[in-house]
């Protein structure tokens, strides 16, 4: 690219000293704005615990134009501090380390610095890291069995927006996403707990607004004893208020109130 022109000075275009000749000058790298820029490089924060695995990456990505390895880190504490002052574009980060795993850490990137995009580079198949790594915020999940190709690949993909999970974890993933549709859908199934007579009495009662004192004297019951139903109601609902009982008894057509 730079074959074709050599420096140019302020003064190129007025034939001055240093000037380009013209047919040098048409085919200068220029657009409408000026000249054209190359694009920045994506730079990359390297965390592992083996130092070298890390010279490896680093050497690696050396010889790709568009990628520049701007750090690395030992452990998930000093990937959050490198990243809060580099802001790297990708996190090529392991999964197990010392100190602060790579899971733990990714959260704590993603505040410090938000734009970075994190991939998780581990010998680590566990559907569990992989899924606790995609909640922590993890962009890419991939595997160290792949070549060095592919990771210049991944980076690049993520880099661009897009999400990078090897092909074994994004199978195990699917599988997951099943089971959990499936246990969704048993769970609509499962009937709405079973309140017993007297705390169906109490709850309408709840729903015209009494209170406590006044629901006890209507059932002839102790203000203890209404306390207990309120609580066992509750319990039972899995709710945290005296409204929220109503409006979910109502909803599930527990109790109508007319």
């Known amino acids: ?3 074709s022109f050599g420096p140019v000075t302020s003064g190129a275009h007025h034939g001055g000293r240093g000037a380009a000749p013209a047919d040098e000058r ?5 657009g409408e704005h000026g000249p054209r820029r190359e694009p920045e490089p ?3 924060l390297v965390v592992d615990d083996h130092a070298l695995f ?3 990456l680093e ?5 790709e134009e568009d990628i520049e390895v701007v750090g690395e880190a030992g452990d998930g504490a000093e990937a959050v501090e490198k990243a809060a002052d580099l802001l790297p574009d ?3 980060m392991d999964v197990r380390m010392p100190r602060r795993g790579g899971i733990e850490a990714c959260t704590s990137i993603k505040e410090v610095a938000p734009s970075a995009k994190i991939i998780m580079l581990t010998i680590s198949d566990e559907e569990a890291d992989l899924y606790d790594a995609i909640k922590a915020g993890a962009t890419g999940y991939l595997l160290k069995e792949i070549s060095t190709d592919e990771v210049s690949t991944a ?3 993520v880099a661009d927006g897009q999400s990078q999970i090897s092909p074994s974890m994004a199978a195990k993933l699917l599988t997951e996403f099943k089971s959990m549709i499936q246990r969704t859908d048993e769970k609509r199934l499962v009937p709405a707990p079973r309140l017993t007579d007297r705390e169906l009495e109490v709850l309408k009662l709840v729903a015209t607004g009494m209170n406590n004192r006044d629901i006890a004297k209507e059932l002839f019951i102790s203000e203890n004893t209404v306390k207990n139903h309120v609580r066992n109601i509750l319990e039972k609902l899995q709710l945290h208020s005296r409204m929220e009982a109503v409006v979910y ?7 109508e109130i007319r």
Do not use: N, S, T, W
């Not at 050497?59 to 010889?63: E, G």
């Not at 008894?249 to 109790?255: G, N, Q, W």
């Open 155 to 157: 980076i690049r993909a």
């Open 26 to 30: 048409e085919h200068e790298p220029y």
């Open 90 to 92: 990708i996190v090529l």
């Open 59 to 63: 050497i690696v990505l050396a010889q």
């Open 54 to 56: 890390r010279r490896g």
């Open 1 to 3: 690219m730079a074959d």
């Open 42 to 44: 994506i730079r990359v």
């Open 249 to 255: 008894a109502m909803r599930e057509k527990i109790l």
